[in-house]
């Protein structure tokens, strides 16, 4: 006996592994897009401190790079933000 497999379809899911499940600062998911971007893992990944707070990278660049922060604080816990 013989089986001939006329057609094959693949589903893949894929997650960020990471401890939070929305970004602290725009409040998006880490599967969604970030307001600065089209597309989800469109060049935007998340971006852990050492404090272990994720946010999409786009999102904690501007935070960082905002003139509100001078000191570069992270948004949780106010803490000096290290990669």
């Known amino acids: 006996m013989r089986v001939k497999v006329k057609s094959w379809n693949t589903v893949a899911i894929w997650r960020w592994e990471v401890n939070d499940d929305i970004c602290g600062i725009c409040r998006n998911p880490f599967d969604a897009c970030c ?18 707070h994720t946010f ?3 999102c ?24």
């Open 35 to 52: 307001p600065s971007c089209r597309v989800p893992g469109d060049d935007c990944p998340p971006m852990a401190g050492q404090c272990r």
């Open 60 to 83: 904690i660049v501007k935070w960082l790079s905002s003139d509100n922060n001078p000191e570069q604080l992270c948004p949780m816990d106010r803490q000096p933000w290290r990669k």
């Open 56 to 58: 999409h990278l786009h």
